[in-house]
């Protein structure tokens, strides 16, 4: 279903998606990041906390180790600058991570429990596309809460990725 190539480079492009992103709400006027909003997770930030909690999750099961966390969001997000440093962390180990990968790797099949005590399996490579897709998806709102500053958000589609990196 997926390939160690392409493994790298989802986990790559996510890390890349997500400094754009996180430069972009940094570069916005003093207070628009953490200004409540209509949206799920409140804020800018709270929704970009909710991404690092989920990959902190993800990073667990694939660790096949507990991770802690009794929701899919903490109750309050550190600083923006904060967030970011933490973020960094785990984007760094998704990527090492990818890069260590082998075929037989990311078809091994990984159980697990959901937040909500749900039992689930999937591969490894399923939980990549799976951990990108979901900070994608995310991201979205926050580029959507751009519009309400109002700003113009960042791009972060992955053929503008590509275009950027592909020789990198």
Same mark, same amino acid.
Request: proline share 5%; glycine share 8%.
């Given at each position: 279903m997926i390939t160690t190539g392409s493994a790298r480079m989802l986990a790559r492009y996510n890390a890349w998606a997500n400094e754009v992103m996180f430069d972009? *709400? @940094? @570069?916005?006027?003093e207070g628009e990041a953490v200004k409540e909003r209509q949206s799920l997770f409140r804020n800018m930030v709270h929704t970009l906390n909710h991404n690092? *909690? %989920? +990959?902190? %999750?993800w990073q667990a099961h694939l660790e096949g180790r507990d991770h802690g966390f009794a929701? !899919?969001?903490t109750k309050d997000h550190p600083p923006l600058a904060e967030l970011? !440093?933490?973020?960094? *962390? *785990? +984007?760094a180990w998704y990527t090492a991570w990818s890069d260590k990968l082998t075929d037989a790797a990311l078809d091994e099949v990984v159980s697990f429990t959901?937040?909500?005590?749900?039992?689930?399996?999937?591969? !490894?490579g399923e939980i990549l596309l799976h951990v990108v897709n979901h900070t994608s998806y995310h991201r979205g709102f926050v580029a959507d809460l751009f519009y309400q500053v109002? @700003? !113009?958000p960042p791009t972060t589609d992955l053929p503008v990725y590509l275009r950027e990196k592909r020789d990198e």
């Open positions: 972009a *709400v @940094a @570069a916005l006027p690092y *909690v %989920i +990959d902190l %999750i929701t !899919r969001n970011w !440093r933490k973020q960094q *962390v *785990v +984007d959901l937040i909500g005590g749900n039992q689930g399996k999937m591969t !490894r109002p @700003a !113009r």
